[in-house]
């Protein structure tokens, strides 16, 4: 039995099942761990979404970006942007399930037996796991709940850019879902920069990825994470951190962590 932490598929149906038969992954037996953006960008979002929700016993998957703009478009298509192609999935006759499936994924998820932290995007760095957890679970109840519809009208927005215990309201859950699903530089009092995009080097002076904040209090957690395709794959092992995003969407590859062994095994991808 193996357990394998992949990248954002980004809809790379043939790309992602090219890579399990690298892995010789066998459903009755492994395990997988999906670090969000399952859908948009590439060709075959629905076929992604459909494998995730019917092997839902083998697969977790955690919610990225696309995957809560995908949730935020179902309600009003207007939101849909010039690239999205998730169109296949909001006319497909079950769509209903499937989102509703989508809705109900962690936006954090948390192997305690393997000290395996899966976020999409990243942490800030006054964060503890536990404070990742709780805040991660408070924002998931939004979103599988009632109130899923009025968030997404207040999803949208960068601010407020810096964590305060007493933020409350559709500012606290903002917060918590673009650290966790949109995250990729802050500053070294964790004050987030939602706008660079660039791989290191690229960003403006004074600000820092997320994961190498001095005193990040999640650095004695092993965290994997996707999301950052000009970051390409980080295998950070004395910092505990592992960046799997390798812009298969972008023609590059899919990447799968062997998260027993750390073994990582690459696919190629052909551009969507």
Known sequence: MSTYAIGDLQGCYEDFRRLLDRVSYDPSHDRLLLAGDLVNRGPQSLECLRFARDNAGSVLSVLGNHDLHLLACAGDRRRLKPGDTVDTILDAPDAAELLDWL?????????????????????????????????????????????RAAFFAHMYGDRPSAWDESLSGWDRTRFVINCLTRLRYCSPQGELAMKPKGAPGSQAEGLLPWFMVPGRRTAGTRIVFGHWSTLGRVEWPEHRVWGLDTGCVWGASLTALDVDTGRLITAPCQPS
């Open 103 to 147: 809705a109900a994924q962690p936006l954090a998820a948390h192997d305690p037996d393997r000290d395996l932290l899966m976020i999409h995007a990243g942490v800030p760095p006054q964060w503890d796991l536990q404070q990742t957890l709780s805040l991660a679970a408070e924002a998931s109840a939004t979103l599988a709940g009632a109130d």
